[in-house]
């Protein structure tokens, strides 16, 4: 059997760039009520109540807010969330936490299932590769829900199943 090499010239470089915001100018989030306010300044709220949306707060070692992002939209009643995403773009910014948010179109301030299930994956996954979950914040127009402050995040931190 023959091993063929790739062609140098049909291969695409991969590099990684980061840039860290100015410390100063970085908002601070070191409990539910800083990232919603960060949140709230980032998320239209004009739009809270027609579509569900899905966004990530990236966190640097000291809670400092590096970037937000919006991963994604969806209908009155859910929106896919990409967890291979949530780390691309926390291993790009070199984040050492980060905050998942959601809206809720109805109104409803409460976690569902779905949303402790998609949690405790994003904080599994996220140990593997020392990225901590800090909070998960469900938003509405009336105010929001911290599953962390609500212990809805059930596996303790640096435990994992295997």
Known sequence: METKLLNPNKMHEVRIVYKRPIYDSMPIAKNSNQAYEVFKSFIDFDTLDY?????????????????????????????????????????????????????????????????????EKVKLSGQLISIQLVDHIIITSEGYYSLGDNEDILIPDNTLPF
């Not at 969806?74 to 070199?94: H, R, W, Y």
């Open 51 to 119: 579509k569900e949306s899905f966004y990530l707060l990236l966190l640097t070692q000291t809670n400092s807010v590096l970037n937000c992002a919006r991963l994604g939209v969806g209908d009155t009643a859910a929106v896919c969330v990409n967890i291979k995403e949530v780390f691309q773009l926390a291993l790009m910014s070199n984040a050492s936490g980060i905050i998942l948010c959601h809206n809720h179109p109805s109104g409803k301030l409460n976690c569902s299932k779905a949303d402790k299930v998609l949690t």
